[in-house]
């Protein structure tokens, strides 16, 4: 059954900070005396809020006063000040339909009006407020969300609590009641850490509500007295008399049925003074319930149908689901079934998921009491039972097989992502092992190019000077004597100049002290170019590369040369070496005898196996085309 938890104040709480008693007699002579137009207004603000808090009628009058002054000045900002108080007093008196039109023309006619910011929250706030009594509690929430948003953008404090506690509303009407005591409780921490003034009792009455909804009966006690002494200090009638009526709510579940109903009681006469039927309603219907309760039932459906009346004359279509269950108790504890079910009937229409009462199993009750015996009933009950045992199966076993899956699922990541580990361990590994191996290999190169030159390569210089030293002191008697001595000088100096070639070949001086461009130069230009003609090309290479790349490229280049000179019998040889921002792209393409590619009988040799192992050291890759007689291109590509 919906209590009264959900009812609230306007929730309007843009006004003034007005006196208790305000003479409404002194701003009137105020107003005919001021010649200031916007002090004026100030006025006429002044008056609406009085009125609005205590006679609804006054303030339509002095809101078509606004109106008048603001067209007599042309001023749209004074104008729309009007229509928002013109909006409140159509919410006031069960009008809140035309009161949402009025402010969805005011929003869109401030929104883009810097200095309508402050008017626009509040504007805000009143549409949201309209929805809500339209029983339109999401598109409330969309409302109270743009104040909010508002509030913080220009900073507005006073109007940011307001819209945080206009949420909490809200979503205490949608039945969320832990999310709506957060905002109620944000709202009071912006209150009090912004030293503002603790008089609005509304927000206790609201998290009041939502303890009773939850149950929690001693916070539901806490919070509503906490916001009736508020409201008595500051002469609050619109929340005195809701906090009456969720204490009513709160006494009559603790079964003090007698004060429960004077509380509800004061409540009404309270609110009749304000002329609000939307909670005049509530609090008729919260009575009639509590009456049917207490077995009053002649009275209980005599305020049932009082406040049906009220609701119906001023289409409060959001209370007729509470106004029906109350007359369907009181009719079904008076034994009227047929009452009962016609009110339970009612009910099912409605179709309003906010009431627990209002569905097909209690109407089902109600015409089962009315048209059938004892024995169906314990049947049909005992068939529920079983079906919803059954279905309290089915979840308990669909829940472990999502369970299940969900573990299932958990496992396979893991083993993936340890897969994927492991991968990423062996690959840095086997990195690490190559690294190791070229550069044992390229240490290796160094010292035997190093021994050549140093060692080798200084006996020969040696040994040509002591044969060309010996050839001053021997006096030869024969011409061949001459001749043949001079080979074997000759012989010793070509020896000298291949050592020589071979350690610079094996640790190339040209690359150290050059770029890779002059080194493969250099290389060539040792090879023997009768045989095979070797045409070069480089582009992008002026500027040094990592010195490791620099070597990798020039061994795999070196490579692929050797084993051109050594199986391809080719006459022709070209190599091209260009560098972009993004990678270096080389090919050495020979028209030598070639290879059959697909033949996997025929594995590849070390030097395509080395030159594949040191283009992936530098995450790079090798492409080999080849067909048997029309020779062969090696493509690499390393990225930069």
Same mark, same amino acid.
């Given at each position: 059954?919906?209590?009264?938890?959900? &009812?609230?104040? #306007?929730?309007?709480?843009?006004?003034?900070?007005?006196?208790?008693?305000?003479?409404?007699?002194?701003?009137? @002579?105020?107003?005919?005396?001021?010649?200031?137009?916007?002090?004026?207004?100030?006025?006429?603000?002044?008056?609406?809020?009085?009125?609005?808090?205590?006679?609804?009628?006054?303030?339509?009058?002095?809101?078509?006063?606004?109106?008048e002054h603001a067209r007599k000045h042309n001023n749209d900002l004074w104008h729309t000040n009007a229509d928002y108080y013109t909006a409140i007093y159509y919410n006031l008196t069960g009008?809140?339909?035309?009161?949402?039109? +009025?402010?969805?023309?005011? @929003?869109? =006619? #401030?929104?883009?009006?810097?200095?309508?910011?402050?008017?626009?929250?509040k504007i805000y706030s009143l549409a949201g407020n309209s929805l809500?009594?339209?029983?339109?509690?999401?598109?409330?929430?969309?409302?109270?969300?743009?104040?909010?948003?508002?509030?913080?953008?220009?900073?507005?404090?006073?109007?940011? *609590?307001?819209?945080?506690?206009?949420?909490?509303?809200?979503?205490?009407?949608?039945?969320?009641?832990?999310?709506a005591i957060e905002h109620f409780r944000k709202s009071i921490q912006t209150i009090r850490h912004n030293g503002i003034a603790d008089r609005y009792g509304t927000i206790y009455n609201n998290m009041a509500s939502c303890y009773g909804s939850l149950g929690i009966y001693d916070s539901v006690y806490r919070h509503a007295q906490t916001g009736i002494d508020i409201a008595k200090k500051y002469n609050d009638f619109a929340v005195l008399a809701?906090?009456?009526?969720?204490?009513?709510?709160?006494?009559?579940?603790?079964?003090?049925?007698?004060?429960?109903?004077?509380? *509800?009681?004061?409540?009404?006469?309270?609110?009749?003074?304000s002329g609000d039927p939307f909670f005049i309603v509530s609090d008729l219907a919260e009575i009639s319930e509590l009456q049917a309760q207490t077995g009053n039932t002649t009275d209980g459906i005599a305020n049932g149908r009082k406040a049906l009346a009220i609701a119906t004359e001023n289409k409060i279509d959001?209370?007729?689901?509470?106004?029906?269950?109350? /007359?369907?108790?009181?009719?079904? $504890?008076?034994?009227?079934?047929?009452?009962?079910?016609? =009110?339970?009937? +009612? /009910?099912?229409? #409605?179709?309003?998921?906010?009431y627990k009462d209002a569905n097909p199993k209690a109407l089902a009750e109600i015409q089962t009491k009315y048209e059938t015996v004892k024995k169906e009933q314990q049947i049909e009950q005992q068939k529920n039972k079983i079906a919803r045992q059954n279905l309290l199966f089915i979840g308990f076993a669909l829940l472990a097989i999502l369970l299940s899956l969900l573990f299932y699922s958990q496992y396979k990541r893991y083993r993936l992502k340890k897969e994927a580990q492991m991968q990423s361990e062996i690959r840095r590994q086997q990195e690490l092992a190559t690294k190791a191996v070229m550069q044992a290999e390229e240490n290796e190169r160094q010292r035997i190019a190093k021994d050549l030159h140093d060692g080798v390569g200084q006996m020969m210089s040696a040994a040509k000077m002591n044969l060309s030293a010996f050839e001053s002191e021997i006096s030869f008697d024969q011409p061949d004597q001459k001749r043949s001595f001079e080979k074997v000088i000759q012989l010793v100096d070509e020896s000298c100049r291949e050592v020589r070639t071979v350690s610079h070949i094996m640790m190339p001086n040209a690359l150290m002290k050059?770029?890779?461009?002059?080194? +493969?130069?250099?290389?060539?230009?040792?090879?023997?170019?009768?045989?095979?003609?070797?045409?070069?090309?480089?582009?992008?290479?002026?500027?040094? &590369?990592?010195?490791?790349?620099?070597?990798?490229?020039? $061994?795999?280049?070196?490579?692929?040369?050797?084993?051109?000179?050594?199986?391809?019998?080719?006459?022709? &040889?070209? @190599?091209?070496?260009?560098?972009?921002?993004?990678? +270096?792209?080389?090919?050495?393409?020979?028209?030598?005898?070639?290879?059959? @590619?697909?033949?996997?009988?025929?594995?590849?040799?070390?030097?395509?196996?080395?030159?594949?192992?040191?283009?992936?050291?530098?995450?790079?890759?090798?492409?080999?085309?080849?067909?048997?007689?029309?020779?062969?291109?090696?493509?690499?590509?390393?990225?930069?």
């Open positions: 059954m919906k209590s009264c938890y959900y &009812l609230l104040l #306007l929730v309007l709480l843009f006004r003034l900070p007005l006196p208790a008693q305000v003479n409404t007699d002194s701003l009137r @002579i105020l107003m005919l005396n001021e010649k200031d137009p916007a002090k004026k207004t100030g006025h006429y603000v002044a008056m609406c809020e009085y009125f609005r808090m205590s006679n609804p009628d006054s303030l339509l009058t002095c809101a078509k006063a606004m109106q009008n809140p339909d035309t009161a949402f039109v +009025i402010a969805e023309q005011a @929003i869109t =006619s #401030l929104k883009n009006s810097q200095v309508g910011k402050p008017l626009l929250m809500m009594r339209l029983n339109r509690q999401k598109d409330a929430l969309a409302m109270f969300y743009s104040g909010m948003q508002q509030a913080e953008n220009t900073n507005d404090i006073d109007a940011l *609590f307001k819209a945080q506690n206009n949420i909490g509303w809200a979503y205490m009407e949608l039945e969320q009641y832990e999310k809701n906090g009456n009526s969720i204490m009513g709510t709160f006494l009559a579940k603790e079964k003090k049925y007698s004060e429960a109903l004077a509380s *509800f009681k004061e409540a009404v006469s309270i609110r009749e003074k959001a209370k007729l689901p509470m106004i029906h269950t109350a /007359l369907a108790h009181n009719y079904e $504890r008076a034994g009227n079934y047929r009452e009962a079910a016609e =009110s339970y009937k +009612i /009910l099912n229409s #409605l179709k309003d998921s906010l050059n770029n890779l461009s002059a080194a +493969i130069h250099a290389f060539v230009e040792k090879l023997d170019k009768k045989s095979l003609q070797v045409h070069v090309y480089t582009e992008g290479l002026e500027q040094r &590369l990592d010195s490791n790349t620099e070597l990798v490229l020039y $061994r795999v280049l070196q490579e692929c040369v050797n084993n051109v000179i050594r199986h391809a019998g080719a006459s022709t &040889l070209d @190599i091209s070496v260009t560098r972009s921002a993004e990678s +270096i792209v080389a090919t050495v393409e020979d028209n030598g005898r070639g290879f059959d @590619i697909t033949d996997k009988t025929k594995p590849e040799g070390m030097g395509l196996k080395n030159i594949r192992a040191r283009v992936e050291y530098l995450k790079g890759t090798v492409d080999i085309d080849s067909i048997p007689g029309q020779g062969t291109v090696i493509a690499i590509h390393v990225p930069l």
